[in-house]
Protein backbone atom coordinates (compact mmCIF):
# COMPACT_ATOMS: atom_id res chain seq x y z
CA UNK A 1 0.00 0.00 0.00
CA UNK A 2 1.34 3.28 -0.90
CA UNK A 3 2.14 5.32 1.99
CA UNK A 4 5.22 6.96 0.73
CA UNK A 5 4.26 10.73 2.04
CA UNK A 6 3.63 9.06 5.58
CA UNK A 7 7.03 6.68 5.20
CA UNK A 8 8.86 10.06 4.23
CA UNK A 9 7.17 12.11 7.30
CA UNK A 10 7.83 9.31 9.55
CA UNK A 11 11.35 8.83 8.80
CA UNK A 12 11.85 12.68 9.81
CA UNK A 13 10.11 12.73 13.29
CA UNK A 14 12.15 9.58 14.07
CA UNK A 15 15.36 11.81 14.37
CA UNK A 16 13.63 14.76 16.06
CA UNK A 17 10.69 13.02 18.29
CA UNK A 18 11.28 9.97 20.28
CA UNK A 19 10.08 6.73 18.57
CA UNK A 20 8.44 9.54 15.81
CA UNK A 21 5.48 9.78 17.80
CA UNK A 22 4.03 12.13 20.81
CA UNK A 23 2.34 9.84 22.47
CA UNK A 24 3.66 5.60 22.33
CA UNK A 25 0.75 3.49 20.94
CA UNK A 26 0.83 5.76 17.42
CA UNK A 27 3.97 4.55 16.75
CA UNK A 28 1.97 1.02 15.64
CA UNK A 29 4.34 -0.99 17.70
CA UNK A 30 1.69 -3.79 18.17
CA UNK A 31 0.71 -4.05 14.61
CA UNK A 32 4.08 -3.02 12.93
CA UNK A 33 4.45 -0.89 9.90
CA UNK A 34 4.33 2.95 8.93
CA UNK A 35 1.95 5.50 11.60
CA UNK A 36 -0.27 6.88 8.95
CA UNK A 37 -0.37 10.60 9.00
CA UNK A 38 -3.56 12.45 8.33
CA UNK A 39 -3.84 15.59 6.75
CA UNK A 40 -7.44 16.18 7.30
CA UNK A 41 -10.70 14.46 8.81
CA UNK A 42 -14.46 15.30 7.74
CA UNK A 43 -17.25 13.37 9.37
CA UNK A 44 -16.42 9.83 9.97
CA UNK A 45 -13.21 9.83 7.41
CA UNK A 46 -10.11 11.10 7.42
CA UNK A 47 -7.64 11.51 4.89
CA UNK A 48 -3.97 10.95 4.72
CA UNK A 49 -0.98 12.99 4.08
CA UNK A 50 -1.32 10.71 0.91
CA UNK A 51 -4.42 11.44 -0.31
CA UNK A 52 -5.68 8.38 0.90
CA UNK A 53 -9.58 7.96 2.52
CA UNK A 54 -10.09 5.82 5.70
CA UNK A 55 -13.18 5.60 7.85
CA UNK A 56 -12.07 6.43 11.05
CA UNK A 57 -13.11 4.06 14.42
CA UNK A 58 -10.58 5.69 16.49
CA UNK A 59 -11.68 9.63 16.63
CA UNK A 60 -8.66 10.61 18.13
CA UNK A 61 -9.06 7.89 21.11
CA UNK A 62 -12.98 8.96 21.61
CA UNK A 63 -13.28 13.04 22.14
CA UNK A 64 -14.64 12.89 18.21
CA UNK A 65 -18.20 11.71 18.88
CA UNK A 66 -19.89 14.04 16.54
CA UNK A 67 -16.80 13.17 13.89
CA UNK A 68 -14.12 15.08 12.87
CA UNK A 69 -14.45 18.95 11.83
CA UNK A 70 -17.81 19.75 13.13
CA UNK A 71 -18.97 22.51 11.37
CA UNK A 72 -21.11 23.71 14.77
CA UNK A 73 -17.84 22.96 16.90
CA UNK A 74 -16.00 24.68 14.60
CA UNK A 75 -17.75 27.51 14.63
CA UNK A 76 -17.53 27.88 17.91
CA UNK A 77 -13.95 27.61 18.94
CA UNK A 78 -13.01 30.33 15.84
CA UNK A 79 -15.48 32.86 17.18
CA UNK A 80 -13.80 32.31 21.01
CA UNK A 81 -10.49 32.23 19.59
CA UNK A 82 -11.14 35.53 17.90
CA UNK A 83 -12.13 37.20 20.97
CA UNK A 84 -8.96 35.86 22.94
CA UNK A 85 -7.22 32.56 23.68
CA UNK A 86 -6.61 32.48 27.77
CA UNK A 87 -7.48 34.94 30.19
CA UNK A 88 -6.08 32.89 33.48
CA UNK A 89 -9.10 34.57 35.01
CA UNK A 90 -12.60 33.13 35.58
CA UNK A 91 -15.02 33.10 32.24
CA UNK A 92 -18.49 32.56 31.56
CA UNK A 93 -17.73 29.48 29.29
CA UNK A 94 -15.95 27.69 32.59
CA UNK A 95 -19.23 28.37 34.30
CA UNK A 96 -21.59 27.10 31.51
CA UNK A 97 -19.43 24.06 30.91
CA UNK A 98 -19.92 23.23 35.12
CA UNK A 99 -23.53 24.05 35.10
CA UNK A 100 -23.99 21.73 32.22
CA UNK A 101 -21.88 19.16 33.60
CA UNK A 102 -23.36 18.81 37.10
CA UNK A 103 -26.90 19.17 35.70
CA UNK A 104 -25.96 15.61 33.67
CA UNK A 105 -24.65 13.67 35.86
CA UNK A 106 -26.36 13.68 39.33
CA UNK A 107 -23.22 12.47 41.59
CA UNK A 108 -21.63 16.12 40.12
CA UNK A 109 -22.38 18.39 43.14
CA UNK A 110 -19.38 20.70 42.19
CA UNK A 111 -16.47 19.86 39.57
CA UNK A 112 -13.15 21.78 38.56
CA UNK A 113 -11.81 21.84 35.10
CA UNK A 114 -7.64 20.76 33.91
CA UNK A 115 -6.21 20.07 30.95
CA UNK A 116 -5.98 16.32 30.46
CA UNK A 117 -7.60 13.19 31.77
CA UNK A 118 -4.43 12.20 33.50
CA UNK A 119 -4.40 15.12 35.59
CA UNK A 120 -8.43 15.00 36.60
CA UNK A 121 -7.53 11.59 37.91
CA UNK A 122 -4.12 12.64 39.77
CA UNK A 123 -5.94 15.24 41.25
CA UNK A 124 -8.74 13.34 42.45
CA UNK A 125 -7.19 10.99 43.61
CA UNK A 126 -4.45 13.56 46.13
CA UNK A 127 -7.86 14.58 46.45
CA UNK A 128 -9.60 11.92 47.95
CA UNK A 129 -6.37 11.65 50.23
CA UNK A 130 -6.11 14.56 51.61
CA UNK A 131 -10.24 14.46 52.22
CA UNK A 132 -9.38 10.68 54.22
CA UNK A 133 -6.35 11.05 55.40
CA UNK A 134 -5.35 7.84 54.37
CA UNK A 135 -2.67 6.72 51.93
CA UNK A 136 -3.72 3.64 49.88
CA UNK A 137 -5.29 3.85 46.37
CA UNK A 138 -6.48 0.71 44.75
CA UNK A 139 -6.83 0.17 41.12
CA UNK A 140 -7.69 -2.55 39.07
CA UNK A 141 -5.58 -4.33 36.40
CA UNK A 142 -5.71 -3.36 32.76
CA UNK A 143 -7.40 0.04 33.80
CA UNK A 144 -5.77 3.04 32.33
CA UNK A 145 -5.95 6.20 34.32
CA UNK A 146 -3.31 8.02 32.96
CA UNK A 147 0.55 8.07 33.35
CA UNK A 148 0.65 9.85 36.70
CA UNK A 149 3.68 8.18 38.78
CA UNK A 150 1.60 5.95 41.22
CA UNK A 151 -1.26 4.61 38.24
CA UNK A 152 1.84 3.14 36.26
CA UNK A 153 1.67 0.16 38.45
CA UNK A 154 0.95 -3.57 37.89
CA UNK A 155 -0.03 -6.34 40.32
CA UNK A 156 2.52 -7.48 42.59
CA UNK A 157 3.02 -12.01 43.19
CA UNK A 158 -0.07 -12.06 45.21
CA UNK A 159 -3.64 -10.88 44.75
CA UNK A 160 -3.47 -8.89 47.78
CA UNK A 161 -0.10 -7.38 47.83
CA UNK A 162 0.90 -3.79 46.70
CA UNK A 163 2.04 -3.15 43.19
CA UNK A 164 5.07 -3.09 41.16
CA UNK A 165 5.75 -0.25 38.86
CA UNK A 166 5.41 -0.63 35.53
CA UNK A 167 7.59 1.90 33.56
CA UNK A 168 11.29 3.02 34.35
CA UNK A 169 11.24 6.61 36.32
CA UNK A 170 9.15 5.44 39.10
CA UNK A 171 10.81 4.32 42.32
CA UNK A 172 8.88 1.84 44.29
CA UNK A 173 8.34 3.60 47.02
CA UNK A 174 5.77 5.54 44.80
CA UNK A 175 3.29 2.64 44.17
CA UNK A 176 4.08 1.42 47.60
CA UNK A 177 0.80 2.70 48.52
CA UNK A 178 -1.57 1.35 45.17
CA UNK A 179 -3.04 -2.18 45.52
CA UNK A 180 -4.03 -3.55 42.18
CA UNK A 181 -6.77 -5.75 42.03
CA UNK A 182 -8.20 -8.09 39.19
CA UNK A 183 -11.45 -6.43 37.24
CA UNK A 184 -14.45 -7.85 37.75
CA UNK A 185 -13.73 -10.01 40.66
CA UNK A 186 -15.34 -8.73 43.83
CA UNK A 187 -14.27 -11.68 46.38
CA UNK A 188 -10.71 -9.71 46.06
CA UNK A 189 -12.15 -6.68 46.67
CA UNK A 190 -14.28 -8.41 49.99
CA UNK A 191 -10.49 -9.67 51.31
CA UNK A 192 -8.93 -6.98 50.86
CA UNK A 193 -11.48 -4.63 52.56
CA UNK A 194 -11.71 -7.17 55.66
CA UNK A 195 -7.64 -6.99 56.04
CA UNK A 196 -6.95 -3.09 54.83
CA UNK A 197 -10.44 -1.33 54.88
CA UNK A 198 -9.16 1.69 57.15
CA UNK A 199 -6.27 2.51 55.47
CA UNK A 200 -8.06 2.77 52.11
CA UNK A 201 -8.46 6.36 50.59
CA UNK A 202 -10.05 5.32 47.14
CA UNK A 203 -10.63 3.08 44.91
CA UNK A 204 -10.80 3.75 41.09
CA UNK A 205 -11.61 2.25 38.19
CA UNK A 206 -13.05 2.45 34.94
CA UNK A 207 -16.72 1.86 35.22
CA UNK A 208 -16.54 0.47 31.52
CA UNK A 209 -12.76 -0.55 30.87
CA UNK A 210 -11.79 0.33 27.61
CA UNK A 211 -8.04 0.79 27.68
CA UNK A 212 -7.56 -3.46 28.14
CA UNK A 213 -9.55 -3.52 24.61
CA UNK A 214 -13.52 -3.31 25.99
CA UNK A 215 -14.34 -4.98 28.97
CA UNK A 216 -18.22 -4.95 30.48
CA UNK A 217 -18.12 -4.85 34.12
CA UNK A 218 -21.14 -6.85 36.43
CA UNK A 219 -23.29 -5.21 37.75
CA UNK A 220 -22.75 -6.98 41.16
CA UNK A 221 -19.06 -6.25 40.50
CA UNK A 222 -20.01 -2.19 41.19
CA UNK A 223 -22.47 -2.76 43.28
CA UNK A 224 -19.99 -4.48 45.73
CA UNK A 225 -17.65 -1.67 45.03
CA UNK A 226 -20.12 0.48 46.52
CA UNK A 227 -21.13 -1.08 49.15
CA UNK A 228 -17.63 -1.55 50.74
CA UNK A 229 -16.34 1.90 49.90
CA UNK A 230 -19.59 3.44 51.82
CA UNK A 231 -18.68 0.70 54.48
CA UNK A 232 -15.22 1.40 54.98
CA UNK A 233 -15.14 5.23 54.52
CA UNK A 234 -13.26 5.19 51.36
CA UNK A 235 -14.01 7.53 48.30
CA UNK A 236 -15.15 5.58 44.80
CA UNK A 237 -13.99 7.19 42.26
CA UNK A 238 -15.50 6.62 38.63
CA UNK A 239 -13.10 7.49 36.14
CA UNK A 240 -14.90 8.42 33.41
CA UNK A 241 -12.45 9.93 31.41
CA UNK A 242 -13.30 7.86 28.11
CA UNK A 243 -16.79 6.31 29.11
CA UNK A 244 -18.41 10.13 29.90
CA UNK A 245 -20.69 11.43 27.50
CA UNK A 246 -19.43 8.24 25.83
CA UNK A 247 -21.54 5.35 26.44
CA UNK A 248 -24.92 7.50 27.53
CA UNK A 249 -25.51 10.75 28.48
CA UNK A 250 -25.70 10.13 31.89
CA UNK A 251 -21.98 8.07 31.68
CA UNK A 252 -21.79 4.32 32.99
CA UNK A 253 -22.47 5.36 36.36
CA UNK A 254 -26.17 6.69 35.46
CA UNK A 255 -25.80 3.27 33.07
CA UNK A 256 -25.75 1.18 36.26
CA UNK A 257 -27.23 3.20 39.08
CA UNK A 258 -24.19 3.78 41.34
CA UNK A 259 -23.56 7.27 42.90
CA UNK A 260 -19.56 7.37 43.11
CA UNK A 261 -18.44 10.15 45.15
CA UNK A 262 -15.88 11.34 42.43
CA UNK A 263 -15.92 11.32 39.00
CA UNK A 264 -12.91 12.22 36.60
CA UNK A 265 -13.67 13.18 32.70
CA UNK A 266 -12.02 14.09 30.14
CA UNK A 267 -11.94 13.11 26.36
CA UNK A 268 -15.92 14.04 24.72
CA UNK A 269 -16.13 17.18 27.10
CA UNK A 270 -12.85 18.58 24.77
CA UNK A 271 -14.74 18.03 21.48
CA UNK A 272 -11.14 16.93 20.02
CA UNK A 273 -9.57 19.84 22.30
CA UNK A 274 -7.51 18.92 25.72
CA UNK A 275 -10.27 19.28 28.87
CA UNK A 276 -10.13 17.54 31.79
CA UNK A 277 -12.46 17.70 34.72
CA UNK A 278 -12.53 16.00 38.14
CA UNK A 279 -15.72 16.36 40.35
CA UNK A 280 -18.32 14.75 42.88
CA UNK A 281 -19.43 15.35 46.28
CA UNK A 282 -19.71 18.76 47.41
CA UNK A 283 -18.00 17.64 51.33
CA UNK A 284 -14.95 16.39 49.56
CA UNK A 285 -14.51 19.38 46.96
CA UNK A 286 -14.64 21.85 49.50
CA UNK A 287 -10.87 20.30 50.66
CA UNK A 288 -9.55 22.21 47.27
CA UNK A 289 -7.32 24.85 47.17
CA UNK A 290 -8.35 27.91 47.79
CA UNK A 291 -10.93 26.46 50.30
CA UNK A 292 -9.69 23.74 51.86
CA UNK A 293 -6.32 21.81 52.18
CA UNK A 294 -5.42 20.34 48.87
CA UNK A 295 -3.79 22.15 46.77
CA UNK A 296 -4.54 21.84 43.09
CA UNK A 297 -4.15 24.74 39.91
CA UNK A 298 -3.45 25.21 35.99
CA UNK A 299 -2.14 28.06 33.98
CA UNK A 300 -4.39 26.94 31.15
CA UNK A 301 -7.47 25.29 33.20
CA UNK A 302 -11.09 26.17 31.91
CA UNK A 303 -9.47 27.85 28.69
CA UNK A 304 -11.70 29.31 26.42
CA UNK A 305 -10.90 27.38 23.18
CA UNK A 306 -10.89 24.12 24.45
CA UNK A 307 -14.19 24.97 26.58
CA UNK A 308 -16.14 26.63 23.49
CA UNK A 309 -15.04 23.15 21.48
CA UNK A 310 -16.61 20.76 24.64
CA UNK A 311 -19.90 23.36 25.33
CA UNK A 312 -20.47 22.60 21.50
CA UNK A 313 -20.21 19.10 21.39
CA UNK A 314 -21.96 18.62 25.04
CA UNK A 315 -24.96 19.90 24.05
CA UNK A 316 -25.74 18.16 21.13
CA UNK A 317 -24.67 14.69 22.89
CA UNK A 318 -27.15 15.94 24.98
CA UNK A 319 -30.08 16.12 23.10
CA UNK A 320 -32.66 13.40 23.51
CA UNK A 321 -32.06 10.27 21.03
CA UNK A 322 -28.69 10.94 20.46
CA UNK A 323 -27.48 7.83 22.24
CA UNK A 324 -30.39 5.61 20.89
CA UNK A 325 -28.95 6.29 17.27
CA UNK A 326 -25.60 5.82 18.18
CA UNK A 327 -25.78 3.34 19.63
CA UNK A 328 -27.40 1.29 17.21
CA UNK A 329 -24.84 2.42 14.92
CA UNK A 330 -22.43 0.30 17.40
CA UNK A 331 -24.45 -2.66 17.66
CA UNK A 332 -25.19 -2.76 14.00
CA UNK A 333 -20.95 -2.41 13.30
CA UNK A 334 -20.35 -5.43 15.83
CA UNK A 335 -23.32 -7.59 14.94
CA UNK A 336 -22.02 -7.11 10.69
CA UNK A 337 -18.28 -7.81 11.94
CA UNK A 338 -19.33 -11.36 14.09
CA UNK A 339 -21.32 -12.31 11.30
CA UNK A 340 -18.28 -12.10 8.60
CA UNK A 341 -15.93 -13.57 11.31
CA UNK A 342 -17.95 -16.63 11.26
CA UNK A 343 -18.99 -16.60 7.74
CA UNK A 344 -15.11 -17.36 7.28
CA UNK A 345 -14.56 -19.55 9.97
CA UNK A 346 -12.80 -17.66 12.64
CA UNK A 347 -13.20 -17.70 16.59
CA UNK A 348 -14.25 -13.79 17.40
CA UNK A 349 -16.81 -11.92 20.00
CA UNK A 350 -17.63 -8.53 20.65
CA UNK A 351 -19.02 -6.25 22.26
CA UNK A 352 -20.44 -2.80 22.48
CA UNK A 353 -22.17 -0.32 24.82
CA UNK A 354 -23.20 3.65 23.52
CA UNK A 355 -21.03 4.85 21.32
CA UNK A 356 -17.77 2.34 21.98
CA UNK A 357 -17.26 -1.31 20.88
CA UNK A 358 -14.56 -4.30 21.02
CA UNK A 359 -13.77 -7.10 19.01
CA UNK A 360 -11.53 -9.90 19.84
CA UNK A 361 -9.75 -13.15 18.27
CA UNK A 362 -11.42 -14.89 20.86
CA UNK A 363 -14.27 -17.24 21.00
CA UNK A 364 -16.10 -15.23 23.93
CA UNK A 365 -15.71 -11.42 25.32
CA UNK A 366 -13.55 -11.09 27.63
CA UNK A 367 -14.28 -10.04 32.01
CA UNK A 368 -10.77 -9.84 33.10
CA UNK A 369 -7.57 -8.23 31.81
CA UNK A 370 -5.84 -12.10 31.76
CA UNK A 371 -9.07 -12.96 29.62
CA UNK A 372 -8.65 -9.94 27.37
CA UNK A 373 -5.17 -11.08 27.21
CA UNK A 374 -5.58 -14.35 25.86
CA UNK A 375 -6.69 -13.41 22.77
CA UNK A 376 -4.88 -14.52 18.83
CA UNK A 377 -2.90 -11.46 18.63
CA UNK A 378 -1.25 -12.32 15.35
CA UNK A 379 -5.12 -12.46 13.73
CA UNK A 380 -5.61 -9.26 15.23
CA UNK A 381 -2.48 -7.67 13.36
CA UNK A 382 -3.19 -8.88 10.14
CA UNK A 383 -6.62 -7.52 10.30
CA UNK A 384 -5.51 -4.28 11.38
CA UNK A 385 -3.86 -4.25 8.55
CA UNK A 386 -5.81 -6.04 5.54
CA UNK A 387 -8.67 -2.90 6.81
CA UNK A 388 -6.34 -0.35 6.77
CA UNK A 389 -5.50 -1.63 3.20
CA UNK A 390 -9.03 -1.25 3.02
CA UNK A 391 -9.57 2.25 4.33
CA UNK A 392 -10.64 1.40 7.33
CA UNK A 393 -8.97 3.03 10.40
CA UNK A 394 -8.79 0.88 13.50
CA UNK A 395 -6.64 1.41 16.79
CA UNK A 396 -2.93 -0.54 16.03
CA UNK A 397 -3.57 -2.04 19.30
CA UNK A 398 -5.77 -5.29 20.25
CA UNK A 399 -6.10 -3.40 23.44
CA UNK A 400 -7.83 -0.37 22.34
CA UNK A 401 -11.50 0.28 22.32
CA UNK A 402 -13.43 1.21 19.44
CA UNK A 403 -15.41 4.32 18.80
CA UNK A 404 -18.53 5.88 16.66
CA UNK A 405 -19.62 8.89 15.68
CA UNK A 406 -22.87 10.20 15.18
CA UNK A 407 -21.30 10.98 11.30
CA UNK A 408 -20.78 7.01 10.90
CA UNK A 409 -23.95 6.41 8.43
CA UNK A 410 -25.10 3.44 6.42
CA UNK A 411 -22.68 3.81 3.91
CA UNK A 412 -19.61 3.55 5.99
CA UNK A 413 -20.99 0.59 8.06
CA UNK A 414 -21.71 -1.19 5.18
CA UNK A 415 -18.15 -0.10 3.42
CA UNK A 416 -16.53 -1.00 6.92
CA UNK A 417 -18.69 -5.02 6.96
CA UNK A 418 -17.37 -5.50 3.71
CA UNK A 419 -13.85 -4.68 3.79
CA UNK A 420 -14.06 -7.10 6.76
CA UNK A 421 -15.43 -9.74 4.52
CA UNK A 422 -12.39 -9.33 2.33
CA UNK A 423 -10.37 -8.75 5.45
CA UNK A 424 -11.64 -12.02 6.91
CA UNK A 425 -11.09 -14.23 4.24
CA UNK A 426 -7.55 -12.68 3.97
CA UNK A 427 -6.21 -14.04 7.11
CA UNK A 428 -7.97 -17.34 6.65
CA UNK A 429 -6.25 -18.13 3.82
CA UNK A 430 -3.31 -17.19 5.96
C1 LIG B 1 -7.52 8.49 28.13
C2 LIG B 1 -7.74 8.16 29.55
C3 LIG B 1 -7.05 8.80 30.59
C4 LIG B 1 -5.94 9.78 30.34
O1 LIG B 1 -6.39 10.90 29.67
P1 LIG B 1 -5.31 11.86 28.92
O2 LIG B 1 -6.14 12.99 28.44
O3 LIG B 1 -4.73 11.01 27.83
O4 LIG B 1 -4.31 12.25 29.92
C5 LIG B 1 -7.40 8.50 31.88
N1 LIG B 1 -8.35 7.61 32.16
C6 LIG B 1 -9.02 6.95 31.19
C7 LIG B 1 -10.08 5.97 31.56
C8 LIG B 1 -8.73 7.19 29.86
O5 LIG B 1 -9.36 6.50 28.90
Given at each position: MALENSKFLFERSLARIPGGVNSPVRAFGAVGGTPVFFREGRGAKVIDVDGREYIDYVLSWGPLILGHAD??????????AARGLSFGAPTELELEMAELLTASLPSLEQVRLVSSGTEAVMSALRLARGFTGRDVIVKFEGCYHGHSDFLLVKAGSGALTFGNPTSAGVPADIVAKTVVL???NPAHLEELFARHGSTIAAVVLEPVAGNMNFVKPTLEFHQVLRRLCTQHGAVLVFDEVMTGY????????GL???TPDLTTLGKVIGGGLPVGAFGGRRDIMAKLAPLGPVYQAGTLSGNPVAVSAGLATLKRVLAPGFFDRLGATSAKLVAGLEKEARDAGIAFSTASLGGMFGFFFRSAAPRTFAEAMDSDREAFKRFFHAMLDRGVYLAPSAFEAGFVSSAHGE???AATLSA???????????
Amino acid sequence: MALENSKFLFERSLARIPGGVNSPVRAFGAVGGTPVFFREGRGAKVIDVDGREYIDYVLSWGPLILGHADAQVVDAVQRTAARGLSFGAPTELELEMAELLTASLPSLEQVRLVSSGTEAVMSALRLARGFTGRDVIVKFEGCYHGHSDFLLVKAGSGALTFGNPTSAGVPADIVAKTVVLEYNNPAHLEELFARHGSTIAAVVLEPVAGNMNFVKPTLEFHQVLRRLCTQHGAVLVFDEVMTGYRVAAEGAQGLFGITPDLTTLGKVIGGGLPVGAFGGRRDIMAKLAPLGPVYQAGTLSGNPVAVSAGLATLKRVLAPGFFDRLGATSAKLVAGLEKEARDAGIAFSTASLGGMFGFFFRSAAPRTFAEAMDSDREAFKRFFHAMLDRGVYLAPSAFEAGFVSSAHGEAELAATLSAARAAFAEIRSG
